[in-house]
């Protein structure tokens, strides 16, 4: 299926982009998560396991465990702290 992936801040920075449209089999956004680690380089680290991510998917927060539909939009951003 194919889904819309959003990048914000550090991320956008580390993936190199701040959207791309990807073919995915992925159920869920840990395992789209955990597809974006395994490509590799920089978008890895950011992205990778223990390193804080928020996720949204079609514009509201969602565990990692939300599943993904056909046509969707997923945003993966750092936590934002104000001052």
Same mark, same amino acid.
Do not use: K
């Given at each position: 299926m194919k889904v819309t992936v959003c990048y914000f801040a550090s991320v956008r920075e +580390?993936?190199?982009? !701040?959207t791309e449209v990807l073919?995915?089999? +992925? &159920?869920? =956004?840990?395992? =789209?998560?955990? #597809? =974006? %680690?395994?490509?590799? !380089?920089?978008? +890895?680290?950011?992205?990778?396991p223990g390193r804080a %991510?928020?996720?949204?998917?079609?514009?509201?927060?969602? &565990? #990692?465990?939300? %599943? =993904?539909?056909a046509g969707c939009e997923v945003a993966f951003f750092p936590p934002v702290t104000g001052g």
């Open positions: +580390a993936m190199g982009t !701040g073919d995915t089999q +992925a &159920p869920t =956004l840990a395992a =789209l998560r955990a #597809e =974006l %680690v395994a490509r590799g !380089g920089a978008g +890895a680290d950011a992205l990778a %991510v928020r996720m949204a998917l079609d514009q509201v927060m969602r &565990p #990692e465990s939300a %599943v =993904l539909t």
